[in-house]
């Protein structure tokens, strides 16, 4: 049974710094994996995703990577903004089932 | 862009009373799916529909229901709201069987007194 895991839940840095948000899974025989934001009481928003095939991707400041050998995913945040503050998930998509993590809350202090 | 939109951002319902969520894409996506979200539990999914008319059950089916008339409709149902039922909805669409990028709705936040 696929379970993913993302430590730390809570996350606070100073702003400008680079910071690394981790996601692991135990099965690696996924699809693709998917990273997002959720502002409080809003949707998530897409902001990455990574195909099984892939190895990273990048969009603007984000970069993703992803390691299906040994389970895991993580999200680089280039100089880190007040408004990057949120709770970032990953889900990992395989055989029609899509599991989410239970989010890291990231703080950015002005 | 894809848009997923959701009737309600904020239901208050009482207990007993049948309760309809609606969810609409504008992307042609085959795949729909409602699921909730409650502190300390994560993302919870309800049900989803990998087409017209069809359904399957996800982690936490039992009080709900759905439809699926429409490709781009996807309904999900209270049929007797409990206080339990109170959370929030997100419903969310994705394309075909090897793309599941998901697209989610703003979400719902429903309460049952």
């Known amino acids: 049974k696929q379970e993913v895991t993302q430590i730390p839940a809570a996350l606070s840095v100073p702003e400008g710094e680079n910071l690394v948000l981790n996601c692991s899974f135990t099965?690696?025989?996924?699809?693709?994996l998917q990273w997002f934001r959720q502002d409080p009481g809003k949707g998530l928003t897409s902001l990455l995703l990574?195909?099984?095939?892939?190895r990273e991707q990048t969009s603007g400041r984000l970069n993703a990577s992803l390691d299906k050998s040994s389970g895991r995913s993580t999200l680089y945040i280039a100089a880190s903004q007040p408004g990057d503050s949120a709770t970032y998930l990953c889900?990992?998509?395989?055989?029609?089932?899509?599991?989410f993590g239970s989010g890291t809350r990231l703080s950015i202090r002005p | 862009d894809v848009k997923v939109t959701q009737s309600s951002r904020y239901l208050v319902k009482r207990t007993g009373e049948k309760v309809f969520l609606e969810c609409v894409q504008d992307?042609?996506?085959?795949?729909m799916f409602w699921y909730r979200q409650d502190p300390g539990l994560g993302l919870r999914l309800i049900y989803f529909?990998?087409?017209?008319?069809?359904?399957e059950k996800g982690d936490i089916p039992e009080g709900y229901s759905v439809s699926r008339e429409k490709k781009e409709r996807f309904s999900l149902i209270l049929e007797s709201a409990s206080t339990n039922q109170t959370s929030m909805y997100l419903c969310?669409?994705?394309?075909?069987?090897?793309?599941?990028?998901?697209?989610f709705g703003p979400g719902t936040r429903l309460t049952v007194t």
């Open positions: 969310a669409s994705s394309g075909g069987q090897s793309n599941y990028e998901q697209y």
């Open positions: 099965d690696s025989a996924i699809y693709n």
């Open positions: 990574i195909q099984s095939s892939q």
């Open positions: 889900a990992v998509s395989s055989a029609s089932k899509i599991i």
């Open positions: 992307m042609d996506h085959e795949n």
């Open positions: 529909s990998y087409d017209v008319k069809m359904k």
